[in-house]
């Protein structure tokens, strides 16, 4: 057998070298860096019509819409990505990483010379597109390199990178007072630097099909017809871990994506204090983010479970919104971005070890962590929508938290049946 060869299942030597931990988190950490910090603050300052005293709602809806139209590309992209990843010699991953990271540095340098929303919709989508393939691929590589009793800490890491980039992104723009311009050529060269090189150096052995049986043709014609949706419709527990990960997600997508329209619009402060309160709230939700990924994901390694971390992550969600909606102010917005730091980077290190153990295939395993990806970040694209549309038919934020706590709520009746499957 060749000795660069290793199996879906079996993990790939260089895998679990604190190198190929540190490459890891430098990639995705640049990968969210640009995704999150356009939405936490790059966009809204982009479209926001009140600089030029229109009516400030109007903003927020074109946002959101911007932000729907986006996240049906990337519903479509992540598993085209997946597919043409898998079906790649040796299932490679590295081509797709460099493409999706130079495809979406590119375009977010464009982005921040757009004036029209249209320019801003057709280069943020590009850009978009350009992070699903790279975040696809990522995440297909851990489940191709590592075995499921040490997954937990490999997506801690994935996580905890997650709340690092945002506060990263965030701080380098509001410390350094960069214009919108400016903001997005930073976080376009970082991607393009630091994404390259570590996608290059990642290990990327190819990957057979079988340890030491060869497929039989119709075993491989059988494998190919097994698509997206007959996997959902089949494997049960993968499509309700999915449709946990989606509802947790859209709940906190619907606070995080509009804090700055809150902090300005809700609370009233003007622009450069609505900015270091961001930076703040920012801060302390990426701590306590980094905390739970890390200790979240080691732990449920160590005890043997995920279940419970789950459930409770998105308990301590449910608890953030109705502190929000009972209290809205500057001093529950700590408390409540704690919170709501806790729940997400718990639940996304968790989580994320959980669906690539009920991933149903591991020769397929970029298709189906495609859909996990798509749980992941649709919400976080789609969610805008309604909340502006929220925010625009009630002329207030308190709908908003209201929804929040009834996403999480649903969650928590949605992954309850996981108990049967799911340790």
């Not at 890891?24 to 860096?33: D, E, P, T």
């Not at 499921?148 to 723009?173: E, F, K």
């Not at 494997?235 to 999915?242: S, V």
Request: proline share 5%; hydrophobic share 55%.
């Amino acid at each position: 057998m060749d000795e660069d060869v290793v199996t879906p299942t079996d993990p790939g030597r260089a895998g679990m070298r604190p190198s190929w931990f540190i490459l890891l988190g430098a990639f995705w950490l640049v990968l969210w860096m640009n995704q999150l910090t356009t939405v936490q603050l790059l966009l809204p300052q982009q479209l926001d019509t009140s600089v030029d005293g229109g009516d400030w709602t109007d903003g927020v809806v074109t946002f959101g819409l911007i932000f729907s139209v986006v996240g049906v590309a990337a519903l479509a992209t992540a598993p085209i990505a997946g597919r043409l990843s898998d079906g790649f010699a040796g299932r490679r991953r590295r081509p797709f990483l460099i493409v999706g990271v130079l495809l979406g540095a590119s375009a977010m340098v464009f982005l921040g010379q757009q004036s029209s929303s249209i320019g801003v919709l057709v280069w943020y989508l590009i850009a978009s597109i350009g992070l699903v393939t790279a975040q696809t691929a990522a995440i297909a590589m851990v489940a191709d390199q590592v075995p499921p009793h040490a997954r937990g800490g490999v997506t801690g890491v994935v996580s905890g990178t997650q709340a690092v980039g945002m506060i990263l992104g965030v701080m380098v723009n509001v410390l350094l007072g960069l214009t919108v311009p400016m903001g997005y050529l930073f976080l376009g060269g970082a991607l393009a630097v630091i994404g390259t090189v570590a996608a290059v150096m990642l290990p990327d052995p190819p990957v057979r099909r079988a340890n030491t049986v060869e497929a039989k043709p119709a075993d491989r014609a059988t494998t190919e017809s097994i698509g997206i949706w007959r996997t959902l419709r089949e494997h049960r527990a993968f499509r309700t871990g999915l449709a946990g990960t989606v509802l947790l997600n859209m709940g906190n997508a619907l606070v995080t994506a509009m804090l700055l329209y809150f902090l300005l619009h809700g609370l009233g402060l003007p622009i450069e204090a609505a900015e270091e309160q961001l930076l703040v709230a920012t801060s302390v939700y990426a701590c306590a983010a980094v905390i739970a990924a890390a200790l979240g994901g080691i732990m449920s390694d160590r005890i043997g479970r995920r279940l419970p971390f789950i459930v409770a992550t998105i308990a301590i969600q449910l608890t953030a919104a109705v502190i929000l909606l009972v209290a809205p102010s500057l001093v529950t917005l700590p408390l409540a971005a704690a919170l709501l730091g806790l729940s997400y980077g718990g639940f996304g290190s968790v989580n994320l070890a959980m669906m690539v153990d009920l991933a149903p295939d591991p020769s397929t395993a970029a298709r189906d962590m495609s859909l996990v990806q798509i749980a992941q970040s649709a919400p976080q694209m789609i969610t805008p929508v309604f909340g502006a549309l929220l925010i625009a038919g009630t002329s207030g934020f308190a709908a908003l938290f209201v929804a929040t706590a009834l996403l999480s709520s649903v969650a928590l009746i949605v992954v309850w049946p996981l108990r049967t499957v799911v340790r």
